[in-house]
């Protein structure tokens, strides 16, 4: 989304600006993008000041799942557009261009460097150096190609196209080879294979729950499945 769709909203906007002036002459138009103003600015504010005053369920998803509490410059953010809501209710569309441009530069400013460990791997990354001994030599399963590149260390991996099940058989015997031998991988693939709970725990980034381990957290005699083939129904049996 971010590679292909966000670079053509801004020709987007522009093959639609001869219709701008059309469209803020109704005054329908001019209502409904007040109306619009006031909901956002109703969310912001009514949604940062119950996750500073509460745990709603929400707030606390967010930052285990993004590595953010944004509710301090969010809820700016809809004061502004409150104010100018009130200074510029005749004329909605200022209202609204104030209140994007407050959100977008929030967003740019506090938001992006905020989510940047929690949406990138360089800080899993410079985590788990941090929890190896200094010999230590590190290899990645299942994970993003981008992570091998943000690795602060040279690093293995097993075939990023191969299917997680055969990246973790490689693995197993990559960190049997030797005491030294660590391995990133997340929570998805640990199945009865692996016990996280013999690892260290890394936390999480990027909508996943990251785990650093050795040899020992292997469950013996255990074999790797492919997670695949257990959720495709079992063909139909016909009596000859």
Known sequence: REVYILPALPALALAF??????????????????????????????????????????????????????????????????????????????????????????????????????RSGRGL?????????????????????QMLLQAPQTAFAFGFKRPAHEQLTAAFDWLRAASTHWLLTHGEPLDACLDGDRGIDLGWSNRRHWYLLQAHAIVTDCVPIDRRQTLDPAPDETDD
């Open 17 to 118: 600006a001869p219709l701008l002036r059309p469209l803020l002459a109704r005054q329908a138009a001019r209502r409904t993008l007040l109306v619009l103003t006031g909901l956002l600015v109703a969310i912001m504010v009514g949604g940062s000041l119950w996750a500073l005053l509460g745990t709603p369920r929400f707030a606390e998803r967010i930052a285990l799942e993004q590595g953010v509490r944004p509710w301090y410059w969010f809820g700016a953010v809809g004061l502004i557009g409150a104010a100018a809501m009130l200074l510029w209710h005749r004329r909605a569309h200022l209202a609204w261009g104030a209140l994007m441009v407050a959100l977008w530069t929030g967003y740019g400013l506090f938001g992006y460097p905020a989510m940047n460990d929690a």
């Open 125 to 145: 990354l410079a985590r788990a150096e941090s929890a190896m001994p200094a010999d230590a030599t590190l290899a990645l399963a299942n994970v993003p190609e």
